[in-house]
């Protein structure tokens, strides 16, 4: 029973220890958006995140060969490694989703950190729901956050204005277990605006943690 | 450099308050109204992209092909895809201001949405004068209320009240 026991342990510390370690993530990806006048924007290519360099590069073989590297406060945009224009970004990678994917916090996405305080457990079918409430100062204009857990990982975020409508929901599914991080490698997104939604969906494959060297690509030189 | 890196990061922060505020005064359409419903709420995802699924299977299907290629051909495929790139995570107007049009950003945040425009697109000319618009359709639109107002005495009303501290 002890040996049972001591061998469990082991292999729980060294999940643990993978998880804590990962650093990098490499992966194949498809991103399909349609916007709120139902056309479309679809990209293929490679994705490079490295949390050291806080660097997010996309390698993309459609809809043309470019390298989009999104690093602080500012995109990238290169063509046969030439800048060609830089543009605001608005996703920090220090809190992107593959950032999340990394450091094993895709459970709560930071709202236990950010005050928000969880105020109902539901179950409903095979979804275990966490209602949390947000801070004061954000009530005018947030009424709650959903998050639905299925088999004890992360499907759903469904966020709620102050009239209790849906504004934006996230669904992240078909989770693999790479190097000790369950990874979801869908993403399906939904934005609700007044003058129509935005969908996107985000397929990773071949995903890849702590690729050694290639270091060039992951802190790619602006 | 240390001050524009602040003021690009304090523009960053700012641009997400109003972008946060404008999603959550939008509203949301009726069908966001239920509550949390997997598979309908992934149905309706799913659903969005049925136009493209040709596109996506011969993507998954060889690496070579570039939306030019495509272009060259013809092809029925490329049809309302644009040449821009999907980034993960973010949805912007082709190359313009992010999630609203350029004519909103002027038309509701003013001279505030047309800096915003000015400074997103690298002052792009097509879009700043879409933003111009929207923000001299909003100066019409309060010239034309406070017109209203003067034409039907509410204005005399109120300054006659303003004047009477």
Redo the contacts between chains.
């Keep these: 029973m002890l040996k049972f026991f001591l061998l469990f342990l082991f292999c729980w510390l060294g999940l643990q220890a993978n998880a804590q370690l990962a650093y990098r993530l490499k992966a194949d990806?498809?991103?399909?958006?349609?916007?709120v006048?139902?056309?479309?924007?679809?990209?293929?290519g490679k994705?490079f995140y490295d949390m050291n360099a806080k660097k997010i590069v996309?390698d993309?073989?459609?809809?043309?060969?470019?390298k989009?590297v999104?690093f602080?406060?500012?995109?990238y945009n290169y063509e046969n490694e030439k800048l060609q224009?830089?543009?605001?970004?608005?996703?920090?990678p220090e809190q992107?989703?593959f950032h999340f994917m990394l450091t094993g916090n895709l459970d709560n996405f930071g709202l236990y950190e950010s005050n928000f305080n969880a105020t109902k457990v539901e179950k409903?079918?095979d979804?275990v729901?966490t209602t949390w409430s947000p801070p004061e100062q954000l009530k005018p204009?947030?009424s709650k956050i959903?998050i639905?857990t299925k088999k004890k990982q992360i499907?759903?975020i469904?966020m709620y204005?102050?009239?209790?409508?849906?504004?934006?929901?996230q669904?992240l599914?078909n989770y693999q277990l790479v190097n000790g991080l369950n990874i979801p490698t869908e993403?399906?997104?939904?934005?609700?605006?007044?003058?129509?939604?935005?969908?996107?969906?985000?397929t990773l494959s071949n995903v890849v943690i702590n690729e050694k060297g290639n270091n060039q690509i992951y802190n790619h030189e602006l | 450099m240390i001050m524009k890196?602040v003021y690009?990061?304090l523009?960053?922060l700012l641009?997400?308050m109003i972008?946060?505020?404008?999603?959550?005064?939008?509203?949301?359409?009726p069908s966001?109204?239920?509550?949390?419903d997997?598979d309908n709420?992934?149905a309706?995802?799913?659903e969005?992209?049925n136009?493209?699924d040709e596109?996506?299977s011969l993507?998954?299907e060889t690496?070579d092909?570039?939306?030019?290629t495509l272009k060259a051909n013809n092809s029925v495929l490329i049809e309302?895809?644009?040449?821009?790139?999907?980034?993960?995570?973010?949805?912007q107007?082709k190359?313009g201001p992010?999630?609203?049009?350029a004519f909103?950003w002027g038309c509701v945040l003013n001279w505030v949405g047309l800096l915003v425009v000015y400074?997103?697109?690298?002052s792009n000319k097509e879009f700043t004068k879409k933003a111009w618009t929207g923000c001299l359709v909003n100066t019409g639109c309060y010239a034309g209320i406070w017109l209203i107002a003067v034409l039907t005495g509410g204005l005399g009303g109120a300054l006659g009240s303003f004047y009477s501290y």
């Design positions: 990806i498809l991103t399909k958006t349609r916007l006048d139902s056309t479309f924007q679809v990209s293929k994705i996309y993309f073989s459609f809809p043309r060969k470019e989009v999104l602080d406060t500012i995109m224009n830089t543009s605001t970004n608005y996703l920090l992107s989703i409903q079918k979804l729901v204009l947030l959903d639905a499907y759903g469904t204005n102050s009239d209790g409508q849906i504004i934006n929901r669904i599914k993403v399906l997104l939904a934005t609700y605006l007044t003058q129509g939604t935005v969908y996107q969906i985000i | 890196k690009t990061k523009l960053a641009m997400a972008l946060f505020h404008l999603q959550v005064l939008a509203g949301a359409t966001a109204t239920a509550s949390f997997a709420a992934e309706e995802i799913y969005a992209f136009d493209i596109l996506v993507l998954n690496d092909v570039t939306y030019e309302n895809v644009s040449n821009s790139a999907a980034v993960a995570m973010s949805a107007e190359d992010p999630i609203v049009s909103l400074l997103t697109t690298d």
